[in-house]
């Protein structure tokens, strides 16, 4: 079995279905999936929580390889009405919904193993090898950053894919200190930011094959589409996402997973006409 969580709005519905889709695709185990949502409207109209039609589409789907896979939907809005009320970074490049995960201890009946992955993901290879990581004494594990272990820090860690202890970290106030620093702190990736610095001598750090954010490499096990900078012919920032599929091909001339993403197209179509999943 494996826990795996996201967060994310209703326009996170392509990368969520990504995402899970070559999840089950490279696995044998049965997925349990947490979509953490929230209404961040009063910020900008898009901004509406990932709602019920779309994980039940998800979990239909999921279950086409495993009747025993999951989709839970988890709305937080109350938590976020709570901590949040003057957050000094819910107004950044950065989508408030990358705050979410920081409430994963308040929340009930979360598993004492988790593995966090962002949306813009593609599962290459079996999940359980990623989940299996044993962490020792560490509350959490990650790879470092591609950009920031050179400008920030040597081991400034990509908060993209996260493999929780929350067993532990329940048991600390770490994600409590994380909120505060992003509430009352101006960062440039908050979240992200705040996970360095108070878990800083509690995580174990992963082979990058688990969160490869530059290109697919022969071991790649999750090829994360984030934001990469690219100084050659010149200083540019280059982002494209697993959904622009014409984009990776043109972009990134990138084709390893055009079976997932020719499926995500039907089903995508599908869930626009109101049909069943079926691949």
């Known amino acids: 079995m494996v826990n795996v969580c996201y967060s994310g709005n209703a326009k996170m519905f392509d990368g969520f279905l990504i995402s899970l889709l070559s999840m089950v695709?490279?696995?044998?185990?049965?997925?349990?999936?947490?979509?953490?949502?929230g209404d961040?409207?009063?910020?900008?109209?898009?901004?509406?929580?990932?709602?019920?039609?779309?994980?039940?589409?998800?979990?239909?789907?999921?279950?086409?390889y495993n009747k025993e896979n999951s989709v839970r939907l988890i709305d937080i809005t109350p938590l976020i009405e709570q901590e949040f009320k003057k957050c000094a970074n819910l107004k950044t490049r950065f989508s408030p919904y990358t705050l979410l995960r920081l409430f994963l201890d308040q929340i009930e009946d979360i598993p004492d193993r988790l593995l966090y992955i962002d949306a813009d993901t593609i599962v290459m290879k079996d999940i359980k090898e990623l989940y299996?990581?044993?962490?020792?004494?560490?509350?959490?594990?990650?790879?470092?950053?591609?950009?920031?272990?050179?400008?920030v820090n040597v081991d400034y860690c990509n908060a993209?894919?996260?493999?929780?202890?929350?067993g532990k970290i329940r048991k600390t106030n770490l994600f409590a200190l994380c909120r505060k620093r992003v509430e009352t702190r101006f960062m440039?990736?908050?979240?992200?930011?705040?996970?360095?610095?108070?878990?800083?001598?509690?995580?174990?750090?992963?082979?990058?094959?688990f969160n490869e954010q530059v290109s697919v490499k022969e071991h790649t096990v999750i090829r994360h589409y984030c934001s990469v900078m690219k100084l050659w012919p010149w200083l540019h920032i280059i982002n494209v996402k697993q959904w622009e599929v014409d984009?990776?091909?043109?972009?990134?001339n990138d084709h390893y997973s055009d079976d997932i993403l020719n499926d995500y197209l039907t089903l995508k179509d599908q869930f626009v006409k109101q049909e069943q999943p079926r691949i």
């Open 25 to 37: 695709r490279h696995t044998k185990e049965t997925v349990h999936a947490i979509i953490l949502t």
């Open 188 to 209: 440039f990736m908050p979240d992200q930011t705040a996970i360095n610095v108070y878990f800083e001598g509690r995580k174990a750090f992963l082979p990058c094959k």
């Open 160 to 166: 993209g894919v996260l493999l929780l202890d929350m």
């Open 132 to 151: 299996d990581f044993k962490m020792g004494d560490c509350f959490l594990a990650a790879v470092r950053d591609a950009v920031g272990r050179k400008w």
């Open 247 to 252: 984009k990776m091909h043109e972009v990134l």
């Open 40 to 64: 961040f409207s009063s910020l900008n109209p898009a901004y509406v929580p990932f709602n019920e039609e779309q994980r039940a589409f998800i979990e239909n789907t999921l279950r086409l």
